[in-house]
Structures are given as C-alpha cells and as structure tokens.
C-alpha cells in the first residue's frame, strides 16, 4: 500500500502505521533485501500460522504451566516489587511483529499483561492505531485485564476500557479539538501558501493537508526535489508548529501538528492512573515514539533489538534497556532485566 493516501489512514488510526510505505516496512512479508515473491509469502504465513497453532497447544499444556509458574522471572512475587507500576506501550513493532496472525499478540505477551495487572501494575497503549481496533485485537489476543486507557490515532484520542465497551476521555479530545481549531486560525493561511509553492515549484507528486480533519501534511516528493522540498517546509518545522512523522525520510513522509504526539497521551494516562513519571515504563520502537521516551516523562525505557538506532540511542542514554530479542518478546526481556534490578 503506497502513497500519501495510505500514509494518512495511518495516522488517522485506520491502520497499522509500521506497515507504511513511508516507512519502509510491510510487516512480516518485506525483508531488508527486497520484497518476497509471492511462494516464499505464503509459505511462510503456512509456517507461521502452523508453528500459532503448536506453540498455543504448548503453551496451555499443565507441564508447561507449571514450569512456567516456577521459573518466570516476571511472577507475582517478583512483579510486587517492580520499581514501575505503569507501563505504555507502542503496538507495531513493539508489541505486534515477527508472528502470525499479525493483528494478536504473541500469547506471551497477552499473559505477560495480565500478570501486570495481577501484581498491580497498570498498562496502557500508545499508538496510531484507532482505539475500537486496539480493543478488538487486544480481545482476539485472550488477554483479560483491561488497560487503564487505550490511546490512538498518534494521542489525538483517548477511551477508557470496561469489558467490551469503550467511554470516551472527552475534555482530552475536545482539547485536540481546539488545538485543532487554532492551528487552522493562526496557520491556516501560511500552509496552504506552503502547499501551493510547492505545487507551482513541482516539488511533490502527491500531496494532502487536512485530509481527515488532522491538519497532516503527507507528501511524495518529486525525482531530484526532496532538498528544495524540505526548503520550504523547515519553516513549519523550525518554528514548533509540526513535526516529521519519519524523520530523515525525505522522499515520502507526513508532518503533524506539533501537538499530536504520543507525549500527550503518556501524560493523561498518567494523570487516570495516578502514577509518576519515576514509576513509568515506556517502550516503543520508531521515531514516531520519540515524544514517549522523555525522561521527563518515564524514568524506565526499553525497546526491542528491531527498534530504530534513534530510539536505541535515547534508551541507552537514558540507563534504559535495549532488549536482544525482536518485538514482544523483547520488551518481556527487557521487562525481566528491570526486574533483576
């Protein structure tokens, strides 16, 4: 799926933003050297889908379970004495990638979430995926805690969770929707200057603004323009009015009001949840996630082996942990190493 228009589903929550074009990934069906043919795809999804089935049987076996109440590092005990009692986590990439089927989490993930919320520890969601999906896929998953809020669409939203009925944050959406209102009656004028220079300029082979009342700007830039391109953008970018959804893609990327961010919702969950920022753990995994690891925000950082270099770096800065495992499983890695102490 290419083009601005998937690009901008993405960020209004209607899909999954890591399997974007702009961001250079098709979950589990792109590798780094070029696309899969269509035999090796769906062979690997037959793979995959087969090796669901065997671990599930596994993983609900009573010798299994019982070994597993014996050893693993993130038991009740152990998790009493967790120094964070909050946890916010990205989806794509983080907690979804690398299994089949793509829209559940790994069953061990969906237990590792439920003993959190044995122990007292409170979780909650971060991502542009759209909060009635998060719900659906974290049902489908098995898991039966619910989470202190569901926050989408990159913190444009925000519901909180009971059973399967979902009840708006309303002061926190009206909110974006006055920052919205601002945004369009103090800049409105100047990006739409913006787009049509870079039209008569023949800058952009596709371009968007305001496509679903979000004020994201997505592009595709034209062969051989990307540095004329981002000229005329810097300004919006310079001045803190938005910033790059990808940073560093030059050819085809989304610039957000600065004010849609997943900072933002890290704070209002905190807020619902009464935790401090020294008793929250984030994890995340792109540069869509930077806005969460703000040491102001979360004194525990960890992200998966997949993560970005730029978020690897943050991490590691901030005496967080950069697991050695891919995806769920590496955030459950991490998780257990911050409780080792």
């Given at each position: 799926m290419?083009?601005?228009e998937?690009?901008?589903l993405?960020i209004?929550?209607?899909m999954?933003?890591?399997?974007?074009?702009?961001?250079?990934r098709?979950?589990?069906?792109?590798?780094?050297?070029?696309?899969?043919?269509?035999?090796t795809?769906?062979?690997?999804?037959s793979?995959?889908?087969e090796?669901?089935?065997q671990?599930?049987?596994?993983f609900?076996s009573k010798?299994?379970?019982?070994?597993?109440?014996?050893?693993l590092l993130?038991?009740k005990?152990m998790l009493?004495k967790?120094?964070?009692?909050?946890?916010i986590?990205?989806l794509?990439g983080t907690?979804?990638g690398g299994?089949?089927p793509y829209?559940?989490?790994p069953?061990?993930f969906?237990?590792?979430?439920d003993?959190?919320?044995?122990?007292?520890?409170?979780?909650?969601?971060?991502?542009?995926?759209?909060?009635?999906?998060?719900?659906?896929?974290?049902?489908?998953s098995?898991?039966?805690?619910?989470?202190?809020l569901?926050?989408?669409?990159t913190?444009r939203?925000?519901?909180?969770?009971?059973?399967?009925?979902?009840?708006?944050i309303?002061e926190?959406?009206?909110e974006?929707a006055e920052?919205?209102?601002?945004?369009?009656r103090?800049?409105g004028?100047?990006?739409?200057?913006?787009?049509?220079?870079?039209?008569?300029?023949?800058?952009?082979?596709?371009?968007?603004?305001?496509?679903?009342?979000?004020?994201?700007?997505s592009?595709k830039?034209?062969?051989g323009?990307?540095?004329?391109?981002?000229?005329i953008?810097?300004?919006?970018?310079?001045e803190?009015?938005?910033?790059?959804?990808t940073?560093?893609?030059?050819?085809c990327?989304?610039?957000?009001?600065?004010?849609?961010?997943?900072?933002?919702a890290v704070?209002?969950?905190?807020?619902i949840?009464?935790?401090?920022p020294?008793?929250?753990?984030?994890?995340?995994d792109e540069?869509?996630?930077?806005h969460m690891?703000?040491?102001?925000?979360?004194k525990?950082?960890?992200c998966?082996?997949?993560a970005?270099d730029?978020?690897?770096?943050?991490v590691?800065?901030?005496?967080g942990?950069?697991?050695?495992?891919?995806?769920?499983?590496?955030i459950i890695e991490a998780?257990?190493?911050?409780l080792?102490?």
């Amino acid at each position: 799926m290419e083009g601005v228009e998937s690009d901008l589903l993405a960020i209004a929550g209607d899909m999954a933003a890591d399997i974007l074009y702009i961001n250079f990934r098709k979950s589990d069906n792109f590798n780094y050297g070029g696309r899969m043919n269509q035999q090796t795809i769906q062979s690997s999804r037959s793979e995959k889908k087969e090796d669901f089935f065997q671990r599930k049987q596994l993983f609900n076996s009573k010798p299994l379970q019982s070994l597993k109440n014996q050893t693993l590092l993130y038991k009740k005990a152990m998790l009493e004495k967790s120094p964070f009692k909050l946890f916010i986590f990205d989806l794509d990439g983080t907690a979804l990638g690398g299994h089949e089927p793509y829209k559940q989490f790994p069953l061990e993930f969906a237990d590792f979430l439920d003993k959190l919320d044995a122990s007292g520890i409170k979780w909650a969601t971060a991502t542009t995926w759209a909060v009635d999906k998060q719900l659906k896929l974290i049902r489908s998953s098995g898991v039966k805690s619910e989470p202190v809020l569901l926050t989408g669409s990159t913190g444009r939203t925000a519901f909180s969770v009971v059973g399967d009925e979902m009840f708006p944050i309303s002061e926190y959406i009206n909110e974006v929707a006055e920052l919205d209102c601002n945004l369009k009656r103090k800049y409105g004028k100047t990006i739409q200057s913006i787009i049509t220079e870079l039209q008569s300029q023949k800058c952009v082979e596709e371009i968007s603004y305001n496509r679903f009342g979000h004020h994201v700007i997505s592009f595709k830039a034209a062969y051989g323009k990307e540095k004329e391109l981002w000229q005329i953008l810097q300004p919006l970018i310079d001045e803190g009015i938005y910033y790059s959804f990808t940073p560093g893609n030059l050819e085809c990327n989304s610039l957000l009001p600065e004010y849609m961010n997943k900072g933002r919702a890290v704070r209002l969950i905190q807020k619902i949840a009464g935790v401090s920022p020294g008793e929250t753990l984030i994890a995340g995994d792109e540069t869509n996630d930077l806005h969460m690891f703000d040491p102001k925000l979360a004194k525990y950082m960890a992200c998966p082996a997949n993560a970005h270099d730029e978020i690897k770096k943050i991490v590691r800065s901030n005496n967080g942990i950069v697991a050695a495992k891919n995806y769920a499983f590496g955030i459950i890695e991490a998780v257990n190493e911050l409780l080792k102490g």
